[in-house]
């Protein structure tokens, strides 16, 4: 159809990046830029972006996330932030409460901005020739991320994006089919449990070697437990959630 949606139908997540590859500074400039463009709500622009260049830094998160070891090798890696603290300083320059930081909907809020931007950044990376990786399991290691990367109150490290020229081809992954996913007018539940047996079926034929489980048992394992529990106190110490009741 055009460059853009032949990008965005190619991606697909690559583990395995070429080490010694260095993106030039225009390139990286234009993807940091990409991301900037991304609508916001109100625009707030609810995030920060750390680009992590120390080597150092870089090693240390990899030992707190050890089977994301691409951290590590990548030539780009950024860490999107949600952040309400240059929402805080606009909000002290005009004496105002600052009240609804800690309500839930601000949760919201910051984590659309974020992820908006930061799929601005992948697809604008992948446009210009190189594989990404998102690495949603920062959030596991949020309380250590905070004092590495010095975060102030009122922002919390959603995610990172690991961004280099692949060393080993991926395939594209199969997405459950459209019907499942897309509704008219109203949300439609009555075939949903058959397509998704189905959809296992195809990840299964697929045969990912990363996929240990079955697609609903992978889904059903992960929601028995809780992945990140010290993730709730550290949003309250950081300014979220703080007088939030349930009813």
């Given amino acids: 159809m055009n460059a853009v949606i032949d990008t965005i139908l190619n991606h697909r997540t690559y583990r395995d990046f070429q080490p010694d590859v260095v993106i030039p500074e225009q390139a990286l400039a234009a993807i940091l830029a990409c991301a900037q463009q991304a ?24 030992a707190l996330q050890p ?10 890696f950024l860490i999107f932030v949600a952040d309400l603290y240059r929402a805080k300083l606009a909000s002290d320059a005009c004496d105002g409460s600052f009240d609804a930081a800690s309500m839930p909907d601000t ?31 920062l959030r596991l290691v949020a309380p250590e991320l905070v004092a590495l990367l010095n975060l102030p109150l009122y922002t919390f490290p959603l995610f990172g994006l690991c961004i280099g020229k692949p060393s080993v081809e991926m395939r594209i992954k199969p997405r459950l089919p459209q019907s499942a996913v897309v509704h008219q007018n109203q949300y439609q539940t009555q075939s949903l449990a058959e397509q998704l047996a189905q959809y296992e079926q ?3 034929d697929f045969n990912e070697v990363r996929e240990k489980l079955p697609f609903r048992q992978k889904i059903s394992h992960y929601y028995q437990q809780s992945f990140a529990p010290r993730n709730t106190a550290l949003l309250r110490r950081q300014g979220f959630l703080s007088t939030f009741e349930e009813e």
């Fill in 67 to 76: 089977r994301n070891p691409q951290i590590g090798t990548c030539s780009a």
């Fill in 107 to 137: 949760m919201f809020t910051m984590t659309v901005d974020t992820s908006l931007a930061a799929q601005n950044a992948l697809i604008a990376a992948e446009s210009l020739g190189y594989g990404t990786c998102p690495i949603g399991g």
């Fill in 202 to 204: 195809t990840m299964l």
């Fill in 39 to 62: 609508p916001s709500w109100m625009n707030g622009q609810h995030y920060s972006i750390i680009h992590v260049t120390d080597t150092q830094l870089r090693d240390k998160i990899v």
